[in-house]
């Protein structure tokens, strides 16, 4: 935008893109010259005004046009940034659809809205998207559950093969049952029907012993 002095300049070209001064930024194209004499030359003050994205700002925006999308109603998308990451929390009436079966729908979404905001500045950039504290909740849920199998693979050297499940939560279950002393776990199947199989660890004695032996011990 062109004005005759710098500062009327920026409000104009800030007011074109949609923010004030005091939040966009600006490039200098042309400082204003007085004419010479009050007649001669000069030039008016030229600047370009812009406002810089981040991911995480990009990640929000991509979703609340996929949510509009689904129907979702009215969603606020609460933003919170986590070192080289972000956390996009959803709160809004009736948003339990957009969980899905084991968490589906969230996870895909998450894995869209991940890949938008890694285009940004084209590094790996982790987005996660909650609702309700559902992440939080499933954790500890697989947490419990890997611990229970777990445990019942050491007593009675059993092998037990748990639902297909995502990536992050295989890890989460392979960690848990790392602290269960006498099990071990590991993961089998192609996606998405990949999932994790619990047993006996190869140093425990109950796994060694005879079919009948095990029956009778469980």
């Not at 972000?86 to 729908?105: A, K, M, Q, S």
């Amino acid at each position: 935008k062109e004005a005759a002095t710098l500062e009327e300049a920026k409000e104009a070209a800030a007011r074109e893109i949609g923010l004030d001064v005091q939040t966009a930024q600006f490039e200098i194209l042309q400082m204003p010259q007085k004419k010479t004499l009050g007649l001669f030359g000069g030039c008016p003050a030229r600047v370009k005004a812009f406002a810089e994205v981040s991911p995480a700002d990009k990640a929000a925006e991509y979703l609340r046009g996929v949510l509009r999308q689904m129907g979702a109603g009215e969603v606020s998308i609460d933003v919170k940034v986590q070192g080289e990451g972000c956390v996009l929390t959803l709160n809004g009436d009736d948003v339990g659809f957009i969980i899905g079966r084991r968490g589906e729908t969230l996870d895909a979404l998450q894995y869209l809205t991940g890949l938008v905001a890694n285009r940004v500045d084209n590094a790996y950039y982790r987005v996660t998207i909650d609702i309700g504290n559902y992440r939080e909740k499933r954790e500890q849920a697989l947490i419990g559950l890997a611990k229970k199998v777990a445990g019942q693979a050491a007593r009675t050297g059993r092998r037990t093969s748990l639902e297909p499940m995502n990536p992050y939560e295989r890890r989460i279950i392979h960690t848990a049952v790392q602290e269960v002393e006498g099990a071990t776990s590991w993961s089998v199947g192609s996606e998405p029907n990949r999932h994790v199989m619990i047993g006996p660890s190869d140093d425990n004695p109950v796994k060694n012993r005879p079919a009948e032996n095990k029956e009778r011990s469980g």
